[in-house]
């Protein structure tokens, strides 16, 4: 009987997920409870296992896509009777046969029933994400030894992902991560508590990872004098307030990083290293970094550079407290093509951010503080108090070069630090 | 946390502190995790430990005295009658329990696992209600259900404590040593009991609705202690069952009917053994997301997640085999898997004991399985009768027997029947678990003269002969 495998109502409210592998292959064997896929939302990645035992027939997501709770994904024959043939004999409740293991499987190729290993290298095989049914055994009639699992996983990156790992052309191999020495036992030098790693910290340490060990990053910084920005915000705050939105310095950072981003078009860009090319988007959705009580999440706004301040001023502040809610939809946190992470809010200052992978680009701003600074006037330096922003941008350095930030902040500071200048540019 | 607060949060609730519960409980908190642990008993151990493996193994091991002293007659010692003290036997049992709890509750508060007195009631699925408890609800961000199961009684049967239809808690209580007793039920806990009562000075009589006792276990594993329990019990009925059981003043009256017709008849006491239920019941699981199968055992993955995220479930409360160890893998499991670890519970040998006198065990696949599943298996036999050791602990009619794939010769299952199978199976568990092969167990070295013997023995089988036994050519089981 052919079973359909549905998503699952992953719980929190969540309704759809992203394939991020896939784990089995058409005329795979799959028993109760092995991984099928691993589907990634919005509050976490998760690991589906497969409620049956049986014959995979058809996988009909690939990585990548974007699933909705309910959607069939894998389907698979379960060797049991369909209801309709004839009554279910008592034995088909039983699990279905273990079949006897083939020992002599070719390398890759899925083998049937279960593999001849000890629960340490089980386990193991669970650690490093390794299929065991795909890793050929060294041992006595085919039994496989954590050796084998350990060079299954270190000859195929993404041993997580046997699908990727069919197809070597589709991707270089990401550069190699040396596993890290086993930690010390640091209740040695005093108590410590430990406590899960999970969910969206998890998420954020993989994107993280991916982002640092990809892309050379190279940070740049600017200081950036918002007296009369700030002065204008001041002014405006209150009929902005009045349609629902909140006017923060963050708003016209966004305009105006939009519109510098125009005349830098390979800063709105992502490489295609698989193919051998540059990106340029032709769109200017910028993702907004917001701290929230669960970690970090990036709402996307859209379409910035057709964007008012008034209406920029409002979808943010509706979309940061969606993200505070864990409202945010799947759609919301997808699609950006550069970032904004403002840790001036939180009285940062200086610091260099991070890349949200696969974007060329982010821009990073701190607190605006009051500074003493030396300003000319009429040919004659003098000492003024100046309300004073630290703005960092790091770039990929594959695609851009240091002049590219230092010419992206520069403008980006003429803009703000002019609003004359910046509310020109909706014109 | 303050004691009497109303309301209380923590990270990992446990209900049920029984080998499941407090495997979780006491993993979770080695994890670091923040932990606590409700029952409805003061302290940790459950069925387990206060009405079932312990107690009955306690009085096992001086049934199996009796039976010792009784059987050294015949071999030149003769001790006189044993003179059996039920007021001795329960302060012993009870001592031996409160060893345990002291241990267990000690564990726990080591560990910082706080341990509340109450029955548990989910109200959604993030707290539970908590009832005749000191605090009234708990907040939790993961659950761990491990509430056990309880004894199966028949339609119009009530157990009431010192009753005369008694379950295996009842029979545990001792209260005295019946002059009949009545056993219902020829799986592990009836023959358990029964030999004990049996041992003790009480007249067995067995009613099984099967054709044979130990239903699940491998016939020809079962059949040296259906040898022994003729000779030890006055009746054994089977493929009959109880019509009628009814508790009188001095007795109880049973009326069985099986092939030959309809016999009444009447027993100090009866001990009904028919099976044990999840006790999933009057949990609230109705206000979770929590799947039951139409037994009710809860639905759980690998992983021992119910359809609830938040929701974990193990030990006999999930099915499966209704094992203590079982119970306390699964815990640890659950354990791992809520702290993130990519834990599993994929153990492919769990291993039984039947207590009895010869005991059985098993692990891994049985031959009966493997006919039922269409396995092809060879089968290999050693009758300890060609053992020294079982020659000379009188103990000849015992069997080990190995399960083998035929083309590899790798180790699937290993049956034990005689004394000791308890220490014996673990090899097997190990062979199975590790993926030896045939030709390791025969090729390490056992030592002389032990019933180990027969382990390695057993394996030289699957090549043709071993030292003490001339094989014939093993037999393909299909
Ligand atoms: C006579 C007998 C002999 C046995 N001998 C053996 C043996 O030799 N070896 C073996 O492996 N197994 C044996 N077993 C089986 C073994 O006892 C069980 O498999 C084991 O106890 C199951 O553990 P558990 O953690 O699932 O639940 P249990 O041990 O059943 O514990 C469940 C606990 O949860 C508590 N509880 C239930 N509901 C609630 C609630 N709503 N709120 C709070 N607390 C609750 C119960 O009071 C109990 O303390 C025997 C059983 C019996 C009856």
Same mark, same amino acid.
């Given at each position: 009987m052919i079973r359909e495998f549905k998503l699952p109502d992953? +719980?929190? +409210?969540?309704h759809e997920g992203e394939i991020l592998s896939v784990r089995i292959a058409a005329g795979q064997a799959v028993r109760e409870g092995e991984i099928l896929l691993e589907v990634e939302t919005d509050k976490a990645a998760v690991e589906i296992p497969s409620p049956f035992t049986g014959t995979v027939i058809e996988v009909r997501v690939r990585p990548g896509q974007t699933v909705h709770v309910g959607e069939v994904l894998v389907t698979v024959e379960t060797g049991e009777a369909s209801p309709e043939d004839k009554p279910a004999p008592a034995a088909a409740a039983e699990k279905s046969p273990p079949e006897p *293991? *083939?020992?002599? *499987? /070719? /390398?890759g190729e899925p083998r049937r029933g279960p593999v001849p290993a000890s629960p340490a290298t089980r386990r193991l095989a669970r650690e490093l994400g390794v299929d065991l049914s795909r890793v050929p055994g060294s041992g006595p009639a085919g039994l496989v030894t954590a050796e084998d699992v350990r060079a299954f996983a270190a000859r195929i990156p993404s041993a997580a992902s046997p699908a990727a790992a069919a197809q070597p052309s589709a991707a270089p191999a990401s550069p190699a991560v040396e596993e890290a020495d086993a930690l010390p036992d640091f209740s040695r030098w005093g108590p410590v508590e430990r406590i899960p790693f999970r969910s969206l910290r998890r998420a954020t340490a993989r994107r993280m990872t991916l982002s640092w060990s990809r892309i050379p990053h190279v940070t740049s910084l600017e200081m950036i004098d918002v007296t009369r920005l700030e002065a204008f915000r001041k002014k405006h705050k209150g009929p902005v307030e009045a349609l629902g939105g909140r006017l923060t310095l963050t708003v016209f950072a966004l305009k105006a990083a939009a519109t510098v981003l125009k005349g830098h078009p390979r800063i709105n860009a992502s490489l295609d290293e698989a193919a051998g090319e540059i990106v340029l988007k032709k769109h200017y959705h910028l993702g907004v970094a917001v701290n929230t009580e669960e970690g970090l999440v990036v709402p996307v706004v859209r379409h910035v550079d057709d964007k008012s301040l008034k209406e920029i001023a409002v979808e943010l502040k509706g979309l940061i407290e969606r993200a505070h809610a864990r409202k945010l939809t799947r759609e919301e946190l997808q699609g950006g093509t550069f970032t904004l992470t403002n840790a001036g809010a939180l009285g940062g200052w200086s610091f260099t951010p991070i890349i949200h992978y696969p974007q060329a680009a982010i821009l990073g701003l701190g607190e605006a503080r009051l500074e003493p600074v030396v300003i000319s006037e009429g040919g004659r330096p003098r000492l003024a108090a100046r309300l004073r922003m630290p703005a960092v941008l790091s770039i990929d350095h594959r695609l851009l070069d240091g002049a590219d930030a230092v010419g992206f902040l520069r403008a980006f500071r003429r803009m703000l630090e002019d609003p004359d200048e910046l509310l020109l540019s909706l014109v | 946390m303050v004691m009497g607060e109303l309301s209380q949060e923590t990270e990992v609730l446990v209900i049920g502190g029984g080998p499941g519960g407090y495997a979780a409980a006491f993993r979770a908190a080695d994890l670091g995790l923040e932990v606590t642990l409700v029952d409805t008993a003061p302290r940790p151990g459950g069925v387990c430990l206060y009405r079932g493996c312990i107690p009955s193994k306690t009085f096992l091991h001086l049934a199996e005295l009796v039976l010792d002293a009784a059987a050294a007659a015949g071999r030149g010692i003769r001790f006189g009658a044993p003179r059996i003290d039920p007021e001795g036997l329960r302060r012993w049992k009870a001592q031996v329990i409160e060893k345990m709890a002291e241990g267990l509750t000690a564990l726990a508060r080591r560990r910082n696992v706080q341990l509340i007195q109450g029955r548990a009631e989910f109200e959604s699925s993030a707290s539970v209600l908590l009832h005749d408890a000191e605090i009234r609800r708990l907040r939790f961000r993961h659950a761990v259900i491990a509430t056990g199961s309880r004894p199966i009684a028949p339609p119009g049967v009530e157990f009431r404590p010192g009753g005369r239809i008694m379950s295996s808690t009842g029979a545990l209580a001792l209260a005295d040593i019946p002059e009949s007793l009545l056993v219902i039920g020829g799986g592990y806990v009836g023959l358990e009991l029964g030999m004990v009562y049996a041992a003790f000075g009480s007249r067995v009589t067995l009613v099984e609705?099967?054709?044979?006792?130990?239903?699940?276990?491998?016939g020809d594993l079962a059949r040296p202690l259906f040898e022994r329990l003729r000779g030890l019990f006055a009746a054994m009925h089977f493929r009959t069952r109880v019509v009628e059981l009814v508790e009188e003043e001095e007795s109880v009256r049973a009326r069985l009917s099986g092939e030959s017709g309809e016999i009444e008849e009447r027993f100090s006491r009866a001990l009904v053994a028919v099976g044990r239920r999840p006790a999933t019941e009057g949990l609230g699981l109705e206000k979770t997301g929590v799947e039951r199968d139409e037994r009710g055992f809860i639905r759980v993955d690998a992983r021992m997640a119910t359809a609830e995220p938040r929701i974990r479930a193990v030990g006999d409360a999930v099915g499966g085999l209704m094992l203590a160890h079982k119970a306390s893998a699964e815990g640890k499991v659950a354990a791992e898997a809520i702290a993130g670890k990519p834990a599993q519970f994929d153990a492919r040998a769990v291993p039984a004991v039947v207590y009895t006198d010869p005991q059985v065990a098993w692990c891994g696949l049985t031959e009966e399985e493997a006919r039922r599943l269409g396995i092809e298996v060879q089968v290999t036999r050693f009758p300890w009768r060609f053992s020294g050791r079982a020659v000379t602990l009188g103990a000849s009619e015992g069997l080990t027997k190995l399960i083998v794939e035929p083309g590899t010769g790798r180790i699937l299952g290993l049956g034990v029947c005689g004394r000791h199978a308890e220490g014996l199976i673990a090899e097997g568990v190990l062979a199975v678990e590790m993926g030896a092969l045939a030709e390791d167990l025969a090729a390490i070295l056992h030592p002389h003269p032990t019933l180990s013997e027969t382990e390695g023995e057993a394996a030289e089988l699957f090549f043709g002969n071993a030292v003490h036994l001339l094989g014939k050519t093993p037999s393909p089981a299909r």
């Open positions: 992953l +719980g929190e +409210g969540v *293991a *083939a020992p002599s *499987a /070719p /390398p | 609705r099967q054709e044979r006792i130990l239903a699940g276990v491998d």
